[in-house]
């Protein structure tokens, strides 16, 4: 029963924080588009049916069925066509794309009145427009770097110690890992030299030991040569001599290739290290980093994520939806052995890491992601400097409506990509315990 609601509780406090997020997200935008004067006329967490809303002024407040997502409706996102008077767009067009077009920018003009022109969007100078859309990513980016700092300042970082947590009783090539000992197993080496759980090692073949990092490089330089081992045991000081043996191990520096090393049979103990806000910074900017090569490799796992839904093994380091993200959080929290701080640090670092990939993916500049509209903001103001030092007229608002056929593409692929995602992670999910 305590199992079940610990798994409930992991489930519930990461949809909540995703809910929080996707509408702090849309504050981002609302809050900007509200003080440069732009008509914002609905704020929703949520798409499809309407469960509740209500209206503050000019804008309508609301929760929609659907909380995947989220929408600030600011009047006047499409400028009209060249020529045309704002309320009176074009009602002919050839083509599917130019109707297609049409048809939204008509769309856009049903609502707005002669007292709303003033206030339309595509009225703002560039830099507003780009301030208006880099707010729902800040926002994300902003609740990512505070869940790091309050994780990694208070709780801190997860680490291991050379404190031994465990003594393996015989060596086991990593190609047969997970097996028990049989009595044809050579006798690990710390097996055989008497270390217990709960020593701290303290150097190895002379050299002081701090880390667990530089104990492990230590034992694996080591070959199958004698070892001397200092160590700690109920506070006395204390040295063993053993041979550790070679054994088959994966790099540690390429995690893709396997090496024969030298083996002595302990393992380390988890802590957590509190740590600076350099640590937060350097942090998130090598999450950054690899966020961006992820998101640069989607297509390629999104390929494996599909054969995952027709029973290939699927790999833990393919992308999960938000069914995902919440089943994972229940697993970890309700794991036997589980303390209330590991749960906090494991679901506040999933959260952070969560918004620091939607802010992060937002900002690609492509519609109908947020980026698409920057990259519209900031071609704008460029093209606007360059008339100015031409001193040429000022060109008009750049039209992203142009851009409308590749926004309802994006959004199909991304829209397939979710459902795929979902269904995966229903049905072959990833499971960290």
Known sequence: MTEVLLYTLGVVVVVVGLAVSIALHEVGHMVPAKLFGAKVTQYFVGFGRTLWSTRKGETEYGVKAIPLGGFVKIVGMLPPHPGDDPGQVRQSNTGMFTQLISDARSAEYENVTPEDEPRLFYRLPWWKKAIVMVGGPAVNLVIAFVLFAAVFLSIGASTVNTTVSAVSDCAIPSTEAGRTCTASDPVAPAKQ??????????????????????????????????????????????????????????????????????????????????????FVVTTMGDMTVSTVKAIGSLPEKMVEVTKAAFGAERGDDTPMSPVGASRVAGEVTSAEGTTWTDRVHFVALLLASINLFIGIFNLVPLLPLDGGHIAGALWEGLRNAIARLRRRPIPGPVDVAKMLPVAYAVGAVLLVMGVILVYVDIVNPIRLT
């Not at 088959?248 to 103990?269: H, M, N, Q």
Request: glycine share 10%.
């Open 193 to 278: 030299a008497g270390l217990q759980v709960g020593d701290e090692i303290t150097s190895f073949n002379g050299t002081a030991i701090t880390t667990w990092d530089q104990l492990s490089r230590a034992i694996r330089a080591n070959g199958d040569a004698p070892a001397t081992i200092g160590f700690e045991r109920d506070g006395a000081a204390r040295t063993v001599t053993v041979n550790t043996s070679v054994q088959t191990r994966t790099s540690l520096d390429d995690p893709d290739k396997v090496e024969d090393v030298g083996f002595l049979g302990v393992s380390p103990t988890p802590v957590y290290q509190r740590e600076d806000l350099g």
